[in-house]
């Protein structure tokens, strides 16, 4: 098992410009989210997944779209990036949603 | 909401030393605790958790924490610190929520530094 799998890994993208995150789990996990990881803020949630076709808010979601179209897939959208954006992400799955969570490697992005 | 403190944000032990890595929270119900370390660039592992019953629950790599329900708290602790355990450690709740699912609150983050 490949676990999960976030690809890029780094990005850098301008003001304005639009990207997705790509985030995979070859688990069949139910349960997954996407986090940002700031200095000294810990790790926040943005949005988050209890299966296919069903999604929420977590505590950081502005700026942000997710859609989850199957088990596995679960890509996270800047829509208009911002330098506030500019973060290490980090996807996660769980085979439920109050259990572990199985953290992908991570994308460090940079907005200029 | 609910919120997870780490008061330490950077630790220095001894290499053979022990460690305590503190944790407290703010929940209402009996939360979902967890521990989680992180070395650099990479990923969370997970050290251990606690759902109900034992309040001290055993983890990987020889750590352990205890839940103390009086005092909010999800202390981390290993007997012994290895120079391989330098590394960013993050304490989290999990909410329950009925119908949509759950989310996770993170603490700040603990900073260790092992010294030989």
């Known amino acids: 098992n490949a676990g999960v799998t976030q690809t890029p890994k780094f990005q850098v993208l301008k003001t304005g410009q639009s990207m997705t995150l790509q985030c995979a789990q070859d688990?069949?996990?139910?349960?997954m989210s996407w986090y940002r990881q700031d200095p000294g803020m810990g790790l926040r949630l943005i949005h988050y997944s209890v299966g296919a076709g069903i999604t929420d808010q977590g505590e950081v979601p502005n700026g942000y779209n997710v859609s989850r179209s199957t088990t596995e897939d679960f890509p996270l959208r800047l829509l208009s990036a911002a330098p506030s954006q500019t973060s290490v992400y980090f996807c996660?799955?769980?085979?439920?949603?109050?259990?572990?969570?199985?953290f992908g490697p991570g994308t460090r992005l940079t907005v200029t | 909401a609910q919120s997870v403190t780490q008061p330490d944000i950077h630790i220095t032990v001894s290499e053979g030393a022990s460690l305590e890595l503190r944790c407290n929270y703010s929940y209402g119900a009996t939360p979902y605790l967890f521990w989680y370390v992180q070395s650099p660039g990479q990923g969370l592992q997970l050290l251990l958790k606690y759902f109900s019953g034992d309040t001290l629950v055993q983890g990987i790599k020889g750590f352990e924490a205890e839940f103390k329900r009086s005092q909010s708290s999800f202390n981390l602790r290993k007997p012994s610190v290895h120079w391989s355990d330098a590394a960013e450690y993050f304490c989290?709740?999990?909410?329950?929520?009925?119908?949509?699912?759950?989310?996770?609150?993170f603490g700040t983050g603990t900073s260790l530094t092992v010294i030989p």
């Open positions: 989290a709740v999990g909410e329950g929520r009925r119908g949509t699912g759950n989310q996770f609150y």
């Open positions: 996660a799955s769980s085979r439920r949603g109050v259990d572990e969570q199985y």
């Open positions: 688990m069949n996990h139910e349960y």
